[in-house]
């Protein structure tokens, strides 16, 4: 999209839009929705956001299930190789089962919030290097709406589940919608980490974090495009790192 026609896009005039509207209409048309959140916190998208996030995860728990029953299979594997018997893993394991069906919930919805607020910092910092000329709360919308294509690949993704072996798929981020699904199961988690940055919603979001930089930050086009690529690399950095625990983790 050219920096007219993008500028077309966000000029055209249109009525306040809910939350609801904005989730979908930043999917095909980021440009309006960063026009009509412009000067406006990241506080109430943030949060619907989260919870959009959180009904998902609920909804298609039955099919993420086996993925679940595989992280504990191979937390009990860890604990003998840590010296406890069968009589203490059986103890724990109902209690290790309750907390993991909490935190496969509870936790991405949690991790949003928590996650979201640091990311908008990191892209701040990073589009003030760039030129922008914008401000926290700006880039905290930019770094939200980014998001918002996670929700459609992750209900994608489980959908995928339907027709995909669970057993088959890497672990690691084995819900990325991406050509991390064409690796084994046994793949090393530092390249899963890496795919995972290939994924659908992350170049979609990409996108729109390129648009948001544009409008918001008033960067010229490909002043957006370089300060969004560095943004994504730091955030590749990020995933490589968790790919090189967990590599460290099955190793010992």
Excluded: C, H
Aim: net charge positive.
């Amino acid at each position: 999209m050219t920096e007219p026609t993008l500028a077309a896009a966000a000029a055209q005039p249109g009525k306040s839009a809910s939350l609801w509207e904005d989730f979908i209409d930043v999917l095909y048309a980021p440009a309006r929705v960063f026009e009509r959140r412009r000067g406006r916190g990241f506080g109430a998208p943030l949060v619907l956001l989260a919870i959009l996030f959180g009904i998902v995860t609920a909804a298609t728990m039955s099919l993420t299930r086996p993925l679940l029953d595989r992280q504990m299979d191979l937390q009990i594997q860890q604990m003998r190789k840590n010296g406890m018997s069968d009589e203490q893993i059986a103890g724990a394991r109902g209690t290790m089962e309750r907390i993991g069906s909490i935190t496969a919930v509870a936790g991405p919805a949690i991790g949003i919030l928590v996650v979201v607020p640091i990311a908008a910092l990191v892209l701040w910092g990073v589009g003030r290097a760039f030129g922008g000329a914008f401000d926290y709360s700006a880039a905290g919308v930019i770094s939200t709406y980014s998001l918002v294509p996670s929700i459609v690949t992750a209900v994608l993704g489980a959908v995928l589940l339907l027709f995909i072996d669970a057993q088959s798929l890497p672990l690691l981020q084995a819900m990325t919608v991406g050509p991390v699904l064409f690796l084994d199961r046994d793949a090393s988690p530092v390249l899963v980490a890496v795919l995972t940055r290939f994924g659908i919603a992350e170049i979609w979001g990409f996108v729109i974090t390129v648009v948001g930089l544009q409008l918001l930050a008033k960067l010229p086009r490909n002043a957006a495009l370089g300060a969004a690529a560095a943004n994504w690399a730091l955030g590749t950095i990020v995933a490589v790192l968790f790919g090189l625990r967990a590599a460290a983790s099955m190793s010992s």
